[in-house]
């Protein structure tokens, strides 16, 4: 086992046992929450690009039920995120967070880094084409105001060696500058206040949530996907680790 595996998985457990330990007494949603989703809990647009590998069916659904629990004791707290969009994100690239909110400028972005993110694809292909990734789900946590999120970390070392090659490598090429917390996102806190019974309710229901923690999924790399996101339940693949090599034929 390396240090590095052992430090980066360290660090993924303490945050989210520092997450499931201290109930906050006021519920703080950060404003840039509202450039996704309505005061009427709608998701608005919200143009850019990222990084993801899907998961597969039998993965999605074990994300599913988690989701479908939380939803039954408070779906009057979340916006869903449709169980058919779930992802694993490896690394965002432009958006209104990275960019500015101004679409135009957020294409121009994009495309100044689309070839060098193609190349990166192609480079990732060669070295892992056929991989598999295991990640072990910690739990489903907050992790801060805005989003509701099952959090993982890498199986073991040798999954953790490509996770993580695969992150700072983009790292490398669109700098985010924040630490790498790999999750599934299941829903968006509306945009409202929370009062401290409803607080202690959601983190009653986390808890027996994630006594059933500690199942895997596992991600392939062929599926490892660019794409463009127009709100967040409209993620479309531009090119993926499988197909990259055909457009470059073509």
Same mark, same amino acid.
């Given at each position: #086992?390396?240090d590095?595996? /052992?430090e980066?998985?360290?660090?993924?457990?303490?945050?989210?046992?520092?997450?499931?330990?201290?109930?906050?007494?006021?519920?703080?949603?950060? %404003?840039? *929450?509202?450039?996704k989703i309505? #005061?009427?809990?709608?998701?608005k647009p919200f143009?850019g690009?990222?990084?993801v590998?899907?998961?597969?069916?039998?993965?999605?659904?074990?994300?599913?039920?988690? /989701?479908?629990?939380?939803?039954?004791?408070?779906?009057? #707290?979340f916006?869903? *995120? +449709?169980?058919?969009?779930f992802?694993?994100?490896? +690394?965002?690239?432009?958006?209104?967070?990275?960019?500015?909110?101004d679409?135009?400028?957020?294409k121009?972005?994009?495309?100044?880094?689309?070839?060098?993110?193609?190349?990166?694809?192609?480079k990732?292909?060669?070295?892992y084409?056929?991989?598999?990734?295991?990640?072990?789900? @910690?739990?489903?946590?907050?992790?801060?105001?805005?989003?509701?999120?099952?959090?993982?970390?890498?199986?073991? !070392? /040798?999954?953790?060696?490509?996770?993580?090659? @695969?992150f700072?490598?983009?790292?490398?090429?669109?700098p *985010?500058?924040?630490?790498?917390?790999?999750?599934?996102? *299941?829903?968006?806190?509306?945009?409202?206040?929370?009062?401290?019974?409803?607080?202690?309710?959601?983190?009653?229901?986390l808890?027996?949530?994630?006594?059933?923690?500690?199942? %895997?999924? %596992?991600?392939?790399?062929?599926?490892f996907?660019? /794409?463009?996101?127009? +709100?967040?339940? !409209?993620?479309?693949?531009v090119?993926?680790?499988?197909?990259?090599? !055909?457009?470059?034929? !073509?």
């Amino acid at each position: #086992m390396s240090d590095k595996y /052992q430090e980066f998985t360290d660090r993924l457990i303490q945050s989210f046992t520092n997450n499931m330990s201290h109930i906050p007494e006021e519920w703080t949603i950060s %404003e840039r *929450l509202s450039e996704k989703i309505t #005061m009427d809990g709608e998701l608005k647009p919200f143009y850019g690009s990222t990084s993801v590998i899907a998961l597969s069916e039998q993965d999605g659904a074990k994300c599913r039920a988690i /989701q479908n629990e939380l939803f039954a004791r408070h779906a009057d #707290m979340f916006v869903k *995120l +449709h169980p058919e969009t779930f992802h694993l994100t490896i +690394h965002a690239f432009s958006n209104p967070y990275s960019v500015s909110n101004d679409n135009d400028e957020i294409k121009r972005d994009m495309e100044a880094n689309e070839g060098s993110i193609k190349a990166e694809f192609r480079k990732i292909g060669e070295v892992y084409k056929g991989r598999t990734i295991r990640m072990k789900a @910690l739990g489903v946590s907050t992790g801060g105001g805005d989003v509701i999120s099952i959090k993982f970390c890498p199986a073991a !070392d /040798q999954d953790y060696q490509i996770i993580g090659d @695969l992150f700072d490598r983009f790292e490398r090429l669109y700098p *985010l500058n924040k630490p790498y917390i790999p999750h599934v996102s *299941l829903g968006y806190f509306k945009l409202k206040k929370y009062d401290s019974s409803e607080i202690k309710s959601l983190y009653d229901t986390l808890n027996y949530l994630n006594q059933g923690a500690g199942f %895997e999924i %596992e991600l392939e790399v062929n599926r490892f996907a660019y /794409q463009h996101h127009y +709100h967040m339940n !409209d993620f479309r693949d531009v090119f993926r680790v499988d197909s990259v090599e !055909d457009q470059q034929k !073509d």
